[in-house]
């Protein structure tokens, strides 16, 4: 798995000119959240270089805010799930294609830790929601697979039981409930536990 270097956090009073000043602020908080800086409108609205009344004309509250952060990350991990099934091979096993799906899954969290605990990190009212829109795209992901991999018979349970998994692990690592290994050895002990998974659905 590749790790990134943390981002670096964002320069304090970035002048504000024209543009989307709503997609601006959610750019620079998510900055500031993974670079560890103060999190909330009134930091965003510092750095972008606007009035601190400025963000509530886009933003209810700060809830509303995490919600427009939390869309942006269900957009980059799905992006890093597409990229998995664009690039496996055709004659990649099933097995092989989601134990690779497991992995990014895990690797993303660890990668960018701010922003996965948030994704998943508090309860959303609206079962309509932009943020419950953009993680069911997340979750279509995994379907699509399975009905690549298993056409017209997907094995019951066999998602449920591969998203624990890789996000049972996820939280596992990010709370230090397992030791600091090394990423490859994340990454294979994910393949064992998803190669398991899918051993015991396709036996049942």
Avoid at 43 to 56: L, Q
Avoid at 66 to 74: K, L, R, Y
Avoid at 166 to 180: I, M, S, T
Wanted: net charge negative; charged share 25%.
């Amino acid at each position: 798995m590749n790790q990134q270097p943390n981002p670096e956090p964002p320069t304090t009073r970035r002048p504000y000119h024209h543009g989307d000043l709503r997609a601006t602020l959610v750019r620079t908080a998510l900055e500031c959240l993974e670079a560890g800086e103060p999190y909330s409108l009134r930091a965003a609205a510092k750095h972008v270089g606007v009035s601190p009344t400025a963000p509530y004309k886009h933003f209810a509250d700060r809830r509303a805010l995490d919600t427009a952060v939390a869309i942006e990350g269900f957009k980059a991990i799905s992006a890093d799930l597409a990229a998995v099934l664009d690039d496996v091979p055709a004659e990649a096993s099933p097995l092989e294609t989601l134990t690779e799906l497991g992995v990014a899954y895990v690797e993303f969290a660890l990668r960018r830790p701010a922003l996965f605990r948030l994704m998943f990190g508090n309860e959303t009212e609206d079962s309509h929601s932009d943020r419950v829109r953009a993680a069911q795209d997340m979750h279509n992901l995994l379907g699509v697979a399975l009905e690549r991999l298993f056409p017209g018979a997907v094995p019951p349970g066999l998602a449920m039981g591969l998203w624990s998994l890789a996000h049972g692990a996820a939280f596992l690592h990010l709370d230090g409930k397992y030791p600091p290994y090394p990423a490859e050895e994340v990454a294979e002990r994910v393949r064992l536990g998803a190669a398991a998974v899918l051993c015991l659905k396709l036996e049942a």
